[in-house]
């Protein structure tokens, strides 16, 4: 996208007409516009989950309560936040791999992975990863063993789904900010392995 | 309703494109569009919903996720008589006169958007679920013209319930402001060969999240 182009200065004329508009009657105020930008840039985003991961990597009991109260656990670390009212942890395991989607919308767990990228909220995500999943991650750079089974979460209602990557091999004695580093938004989703 | 957004399962729509480093906002107007949504009051989540579900299917398409989240929300000032097209166009043409407009500057220190708690979704309810954990269920053939979360593809479809949440706030009412009427949520999983006969892949399965007005008993 050029974000140049004629449609996308009318886009942004008609967007800063309507926020001053707004602004005008006292329903919209642009500090506080501004305040949830900086919020979703700066507060929340994959580093959120890594820490999540991490730390059920390192610790069991942690772990065990991430995987039967997903919630709960999240906000022992602080993480409660829009579209993460109800989250649900999924743990990948030598012959299962788990992948979220949101077939109807782009719902995604906010708190912990930030804003969703374009390829999740895209059509060609949306319509294949239920029906071709195996397909959609091997072209996404993640090829399966035909042994391993594909858990799709297509996120239907209001639980948010995060996955639990399988600790890499060779990580021990690693502390939870170096385990944190290790682990990719894509594999939070389900679309990388790391 | 059946509509352009339900896509589970469709056919056509090519690669799965990633873009490298991707910024949160690409565009200035997107982040806009995202914060006026996130602090106009009165916000129901499942009317938003709908309300993008509503647009016209090509614009759906046609828009991206931000151009269909400015396009519903100015649906709804319209509809709620907030502001008019012709005030908008008003607007932009007073805009257009001035050369630049002024941004708004940044408050550092801006206390003007609070996060607010989170809003759980799970309300108390005098009856017990319907089906339990192991149960096996058949999703009804409910396809309203309202909202609905029962996505097309698992309609009429064989599962196993997984797992059983407690009563939640019932879209298909609450989008159309007939109240919460809150219904058992569950986890229901489901064989990719029930759900996409012999195209399935090979050791699959989709759950969806279900309320229990979308299930019966197999």
Known sequence: MSGHDHDEDAIALRVEALESLLAEKGLVDPAAVDEVIRHYEEDVGPMNGARVVARAWLDPAYKARLLADGTAAVAELGYAGREGAHVRVVENQPGVHNVVVCSLCSCYPWSLLGLPPSWYKSPAYRSRVVREPRAVLAEMGLDLSPSVEIRVWDSSAEVRYLVLPERPPGTDGLSEEELAALVSRDAMIGVARG | ?218
């Not at chain 2, 003007?112 to 799970?122: G, I, K, L």
């Not at chain 2, 809150?182 to 996409?196: A, I, K, M, S």
């Open chain 2, 1 to 218: 309703m059946n509509g352009i957004h339900d896509m589970g399962g469709l056919h056509g729509f090519g690669r799965v494109e990633v873009e490298a480093n991707e910024p949160v906002f690409h565009t200035r107007w997107e982040a806009r569009v995202f914060g006026m949504v996130q602090s106009l009051p009165g916000g129901n989540i499942d009317a938003g919903r709908h309300s993008l579900e509503r647009l016209d299917p090509v614009a759906y398409l046609r828009n991206g996720y931000y151009g269909r989240w400015l396009a519903a929300m100015e649906r709804s000032l319209i509809a709620f008589g907030v502001v008019t097209e012709d005030d908008i166009r008003a607007r932009m043409r007073g805009r257009r006169r001035r050369s630049k407009a002024i941004r708004p500057v940044r408050n550092e220190s801006s206390t003007a958007w609070q996060r607010e708690p989170v809003a759980s979704y799970a309300r108390q309810v005098d009856r017990p679920p319907l089906f339990r954990g192991g149960q096996a269920v058949r999703t009804r053939n409910h396809q309203p013209a309202g909202h609905t979360r029962l996505p097309a593809y698992a309609r009429c479809r064989r599962g196993t319930i997984v797992s059983v949440h407690p009563a939640m706030v019932y879209p298909d009412d609450h989008a159309h402001g007939r109240g919460e009427n809150p219904q058992y949520l569950y986890t229901v999983r489901f064989d990719g060969r029930e759900l996409w006969g012999g195209s399935a892949e090979p050791s699959t399965v989709v759950h969806l999240d279900l309320f229990e007005p979308y299930l019966e008993p197999a």
